[in-house]
């Protein structure tokens, strides 16, 4: 193969080449942490993706004003237009399809990773990510993300900073969960390091991460593990993907539904068991994102607690 990796070939030494989120999962994934299947699309690959065009976007951006927001929002989606219509490889196409079978899903996930070892605001939410994405859309969701490079913030960042990080591309199966969230090994306000920290609710958990619902809460003490605290509140909505329309939808609850609890006793209890498990192979107080399906805990993304470790 000569620009995927599967999840299982890649670990912490390949950051580079595969992507921060990519690496520390591909190392999870082969400890036994119940990640889902997936493939990395290289920062190599990627690169070849836009290598005919590097000249044109060179010389879009060469007179780009940063000062001038319209004139950076222009330039972003005259770039992002050209990738969009252009071709892959034949070969990498081609690789990316055989990949795609063999993870034997009929929807994944498509997300970039960044290839810094930083991680940090500039990257946060800057690139795109495409879930429930079928065979047949695969390919232009794979130029969608590829695109997201050039996301004006992600334009501005790299100029101003001289950061020019690359990009990796994570697609994996895709889960559709009744609960997701997030999970602190310490707490992050308080910064105590006894507790595990969760929110959670109903459905795709971007509703948590993007700030569209007040999440539940749950703290779990370490030494005992056991919920020493939790806060149930009214989730208005939920996120869930419509198979019949394809397309995520935001679903009105109703107030029974919306004040129930979003997560078990038990399965808070195997959040934490996980988190602090993570944090210890990482030997740092790390953050993770989560989802219930068919009453399995997957592990979807990992970072370091960015306040404390800013290199992670």
Request: charged letters at 25%; a negative charge.
């Amino acid at each position: 193969m000569k620009y995927t990796y599967s999840l299982d070939e890649v670990g912490l030494p390949m950051v580079s080449v595969v992507g921060r989120k990519s690496a520390y999962l591909g190392e999870l994934y082969k400890m036994g942490f119940n990640v889902p299947k997936g493939f990395i699309i290289s920062s190599r690959g990627v690169n070849d993706a836009i290598k005919d065009l590097q000249e044109e976007i060179h010389n879009i951006l060469s007179s780009v004003n940063l000062n001038d927001t319209t004139d950076l929002e222009k330039k972003s989606d005259m770039i992002k237009s050209m990738i969009i219509k252009s071709n892959l490889p034949e070969e990498m196409e081609k690789e990316v399809q055989e990949r795609f079978i063999e993870l034997g899903s009929n929807y994944v996930a498509v997300r970039a990773t960044a290839t810094s070892p930083l991680s940090g605001a500039s990257f946060a939410g800057e690139y795109e990510t495409d879930l429930f994405v079928t065979k047949e859309n695969l390919i232009s969701s794979i130029k969608r993300v590829i695109a997201s490079y050039f996301n004006p913030r992600a334009i501005a960042y790299r100029i101003l900073t001289h950061n020019e990080a690359g990009m990796a591309i994570l697609i994996q199966t895709m889960i559709n969960p009744t609960s997701a969230g997030t999970a602190f090994s310490i707490h992050p306000l308080t910064e105590e390091p006894d507790y595990v920290f969760i929110e959670s609710s109903f459905g795709l958990g971007e509703s948590v991460t993007k700030g569209m619902v007040t999440p539940d809460q749950y703290i779990i003490s370490k030494s005992t593990r056991s919920v020493v605290s939790k806060r149930i509140s009214e989730k208005s909505i939920k996120l869930i993907y419509d198979f019949d329309e394809r397309k995520i939808k935001s679903i009105e609850l109703d107030k029974n539904e919306a004040s129930a609890e979003s997560l078990s006793y038990q399965d808070a209890i195997r959040i934490a068991n996980m988190t602090i498990a993570i944090e210890n192979v990482f030997k740092r107080s790390i953050n993770i994102e989560w989802a219930i399906e068919d009453k399995k805990v997957y592990l979807l993304e990992v970072r370091g607690v960015r306040r404390l470790y800013p290199e992670f």
